[in-house]
C-alpha cells in the first residue's frame, strides 16, 4: 500500500528538492516556470525521467503520468521506437535550411488518414499551426475577422485566445451575446473587435451571428471536443449545421485538431463525418517532439505556394518541419494503428466508466466527460454543453483542488482540473489504480 503521508510530506517538505529548484527558479523565471500550465500552488514537482507510463520527479517519487504533456505523449515516455529513429537521425544532422524527405512521409501519411487535407504545412507548435490557418483564411477570402467558439483554448495567438477564460460577471453583453474578453492583459481592441464569440452548440445563436457578420467573417475556429470548454463534443447537428452555414456564406471552417486527433485514426472529423476547409495538428503528430502542422483543401492551401511567384501568405520558421521532430512523429503515428486506437479508446472509456462508479459510491455529485482516450471531472450533475456549463464555482473548484492534491500524494499525475489522457503502455492495471486512487482522494477530499 503507498504511503501517501510520506509521499505528501516529501513533495511538501520546504527542503525537498521541489521546493528547492521552485526557489531557484523564482529568480530567473517569472513565477518560476516557462509554462503557466505547469504551475500549480505551492510549487510543482519537476521531472527528473520518465519511462512508460512513469514519471518520475526530482524527489525520486514515481507516478503513473495522466497527463502526458498535456495529451502530447500518446506512446508516454521514452519510446524505443521514436528513440531509435531520433538517435538514427542525430547522426545525419538536427536542422538544415532545405527540405527533406523525412516531412514529405509524414505529411503523406497524414493526408492519408485525415479525410480533409490535401496539403500540409509544418509548424512548431499548435499555436502557430492556428495562427498559421487565420491567417491562411484571411488571404483566401480577403475578410478581417474570425468567429471563434466561448471558453475554447486554441494556444497563444492574440485573436485564437479571445474570451478563453471570461469571468461570469462578463459573460454577456447588453443583448445576451458572448462578450469578446481579452485574455491576457494589454489585448488591443482592434484584436477583440476583429473575433466575434459564439456559444458553443448553440445552432440558433451561431445561425444569427455569422448571419449578421458574414460579409467580414474569414474563418470560424472550431475544437469539435475542446478540452479547456468542458472536455465535451460538438453536437452532431450542430457541427453539421456550422458546416452548412459557413459553406453557404463562404467562410472557411477551422477545425482545431492539435488535441483532438488522438480520439480516432483519422481525428474527431473522421468520427462526427463532418469536413472543415482547413485543420491544425499537434501534439500527437510530433512524437514527443514540438510540432504543429495545419492542412486542409488544395485550393485554400495554395495561399502557401510560392513555386507561382510571392505566396499571399508568406510562411517561414526556421525548425518548421525539422528531420527530428519528422522521423519521431513518423515513427509515432505508424504506431497508432487502427486497431491501437480502438484499445487505448476502450480504456477511456473504462476509466470514464470507473471514476463515475468512483463518484457514486462516494455519493459525490458528478460526472466524468471526454471522448477516446480523454477525460475530465465535474463536480456537478447538470449536462454539460459549453464552457458556461463547465464553469466551476468556487466551492468546486477548491475540491478539485483538493482531490489534485490527494491524487498527487497516491502516484496519479493529472492537471490540476482534473483532466487526464492515456498512453499506449497503459494497460487495465495503470486504469484501475488511478480509479482506486480517485476513489481513495475522494474520500479524502
Not at 50 to 60: E, F, N, S
Not at 62 to 68: A, P, T, V, W
Not at 320 to 348: H, Y
Amino acid at each position: 500500500m503507498v504511503d501517501t503521508s510520506t509521499r505528501e510530506e516529501r513533495y511538501l517538505d520546504p527542503a525537498s528538492e521541489a521546493a528547492t529548484l521552485y526557489e531557484r527558479a523564482r529568480k530567473v523565471l517569472p513565477g518560476g516556470n516557462t509554462r503557466t500550465t505547469v504551475y500549480h500552488a505551492p510549487h510543482p514537482s519537476y521531472a527528473l525521467r520518465g519511462k512508460g507510463a512513469t514519471l518520475i520527479d526530482a524527489d525520486g517519487q514515481e507516478r503513473l503520468d495522466f497527463i502526458n504533456n498535456y495529451t502530447a505523449l500518446i506512446h508516454g515516455h521514452a519510446d524505443p521506437d521514436i528513440q531509435a529513429a531520433v538517435i538514427e537521425q542525430l547522426q545525419y544532422g538536427v536542422a538544415f535550411a532545405m527540405p527533406t524527405e523525412h516531412e514529405v512521409r509524414l505529411a503523406e501519411l497524414l493526408t492519408e488518414r485525415i479525410p480533409s487535407v490535401e496539403q500540409m504545412r509544418f509548424t512548431n507548435s499548435g499555436s502557430e499551426a492556428v495562427m498559421m490557418a487565420i491567417k491562411a483564411a484571411r488571404a483566401y477570402t480577403g475578410r478581417p475577422k474570425i468567429a471563434k467558439f466561448e471558453g475554447c483554448y486554441h494556444g497563444s495567438y492574440d485573436f485564437a485566445e479571445v474570451s478563453l477564460s471570461t469571468p461570469p460577471e462578463q459573460w454577456s453583453d447588453s443583448d445576451g451575446d458572448p462578450v469578446s474578453w481579452p485574455y491576457s492583459h494589454g489585448t488591443p481592441q482592434g484584436v477583440l473587435d476583429n473575433v466575434i464569440v459564439i456559444p458553443y452548440n448553440d445552432i440558433p445563436a451561431m445561425e444569427r451571428l455569422l448571419e449578421q457578420h458574414k460579409s467580414d467573417l474569414a474563418a470560424v475556429l472550431l475544437d469539435p471536443m475542446p478540452m479547456r470548454a468542458g472536455l465535451v463534443p460538438g453536437e452532431p447537428d450542430f457541427l453539421a449545421r456550422v458546416r452548412e452555414v459557413t459553406q453557404a456564406l463562404g467562410i472557411v471552417l477551422i477545425f482545431d485538431e492539435v488535441i483532438s486527433l488522438r480520439v480516432g485514426y483519422e481525428g474527431a472529423q473522421g468520427i462526427v463525418g463532418v469536413m472543415p476547409d482547413l485543420t491544425t495538428m499537434g501534439k500527437i503528430i510530433g512524437g514527443g517532439f514540438p510540432v504543429g502542422a495545419l492542412g486542409g483543401s488544395a485550393e485554400v492551401m495554395s495561399v502557401f505556394d510560392p513555386s507561382q511567384g510571392y505566396p499571399k501568405a508568406p510562411h517561414g520558421g526556421t525548425f518548421n518541419a525539422n528531420p527530428i521532430t519528422m522521423v519521431a512523429g513518423l515513427a509515432a503515428m505508424r504506431k497508432m494503428t487502427p486497431d491501437e486506437f480502438a484499445r487505448l479508446n476502450t480504456l477511456g472509456a473504462q476509466i470514464r466508466e470507473g471514476i463515475s462508479e468512483a463518484m457514486d459510491g462516494a455519493r459525490i455529485e458528478g460526472q466524468v466527460t471526454g471522448m477516446g482516450s480523454l477525460f475530465q471531472i465535474h463536480l456537478h450533475a447538470k449536462p454539460v454543453r459549453n464552457y458556461r456549463d463547465s464553469y466551476p464555482n468556487k466551492d468546486a473548484a477548491a475540491q478539485l483542488g483538493r482531490i489534485h492534491r490527494n491524487l498527487m500524494a497516491r502516484g496519479i499525475f493529472t492537471a490540476p482540473g482534473i483532466t487526464g489522457s492515456l498512453s499506449t503502455p497503459m494497460g487495465e492495471a495503470e486504469i484501475n489504480a488511478c480509479v482506486d486512487a480517485f476513489a481513495a482522494a475522494l474520500r479524502d477530499a
